[in-house]
């Protein structure tokens, strides 16, 4: 039997998030901040942690920077028991600068070893132990990308299911090798914007018919809208779990792990969509896309306020 629920290939870095700045920032000046986090970033990071802090075994294979971002970027990670005997080390840490003002936020990042994962650092016997594989934010994966279908490829041979959370693409071109990996992918979590994206639609419902043509489940994220799904035909909705807001950083990710949490324990889709904005709307309770799922208490108590039904664990 697999000791890993699921692996997750992708990369690590930390996110400065710097509150409250003016929302016209003067160059030359020196402006002030009136709260600062720093704290676990990245997608595929945040997805590995969050999961884990809902009690999923996770193992998560990266590249991570030789710096001391890298050490405690990996010590979040640990607290939280995810399996780390995978990863390998790079030289310089990538990091993300959040500068969020008004309704507006700056997101600026350096991406060091976020982008610098190859093919030959992944230990393919390894994230086939796993009963589950994820890739998120395809296309930060510079080294990886075309190597991308094959990983997929030989994860479905090895008989693992599959999910892909593809994130933004920063050249906007969509095409690259998503069309050779979409035929191994068994869940698509996109958000609005980036279904149509891939689709070439011009709104959500051609986007989710034209990909369910492709993928057995797809699940597109709504933000405040909460989330749709269609799964052989049969298209779901749910809505999202009211919340006051301190930042959405990370609600896709954690839209992410409350959804597969619930499809590795065997759930039906109206439960993995419920529980997705569960976690989504509880991400955006704390900083960052980690800050609130490292108080487990806190954590348990927004679950059963909101009636999840079904508890972490
Ligand atoms: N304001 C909000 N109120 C309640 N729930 C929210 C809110 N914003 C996001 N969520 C929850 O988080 C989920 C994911 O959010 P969103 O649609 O912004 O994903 P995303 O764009 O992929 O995010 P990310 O920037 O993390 O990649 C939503 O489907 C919803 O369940
Ligand atoms: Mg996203």
New binding site residues.
Partial sequence: MSTLDIAIAGEINLDLILYGLPEQMATERELLASGFTITLGS?SA?LAHNLAALGSRVGFVTKVGGDSFGTLAMERLRERGVDLAGVARGAKSGVTLILPHGPQRHILTYPGTISELRFEDLDLDYLASARHFHMSSLFLQRELLPHVPELFRRMKSAGLTTSL?T??DPDDRWDSVLGEILPHVDIL??????AMKMSGADDVETALSRLAQKVGTVVV???????VAIRDGHRFS?P????T?ID?????????AGFLHQFLRGADLATCLAY??????F??TGCG?TEAFRDAARMQEFFRRHHAGNQAG
């Fill in positions: 997608s945040i959370d994130n933004d979590l996109p958000n609005e914007r980036e994220k709504m933000g405040a809208s909460g989330a749910a999202a779990v009211p919340v807001v959405p950083i990370g609600a896709g990710d954690s839209f992410d997705g904005n569960l976690c989504g709307a991400s955006t896309g």
